[in-house]
Nanobody
């Protein structure tokens, strides 16, 4: 069983940076996809970024390309997402997720961490 715990959220100003961390426990294989999703109030949850645990080419939603960077540190069993040039529209609860297969729904979810960006 894989467990995910997010941290690093907070309240910042437009243009600031934050780094979210996802602590991972349990056994992961290099083929697992580790992703970040977000859900703003009144909106559906949306994909933000993903990378394989083995460290393949990361994937990003268009609205974060060039601003967010996802990475994983296998030694520390963490998945990080560095967020730069934050905008008010980035305000959401951010969730870490894990997927066993190369496609399909994600199998594991964290509890979420709030990010609030004020103008």
């Amino acid at each position: 069983q894989v467990q995910l715990v997010e941290s690093g959220g907070g309240s910042v100003q437009t243009g600031d940076s934050l780094t979210l961390s996802c602590g991972v426990s349990g056994r992961l294989f290099n083929s697992y996809y580790m992703g970040w999703f977000r859900q703003a109030p009144g909106k559906d949850r949306e994909f933000v970024a993903a990378v394989t645990w083995g460290g393949g080419i990361p994937q990003y939603a268009d609205f974060v390309k060039g601003r967010f960077t996802i990475s994983r540190d296998k030694d520390k069993s963490t998945v990080l997402m560095e967020m730069n040039s934050l905008k008010p529209q980035d305000t959401a609860v951010y969730y870490c997720a894990g997927r066993v297969g190369s496609y399909g729904p994600y199998d594991y979810w964290g509890q979420g961490t709030q990010v609030t960006v004020s103008s």
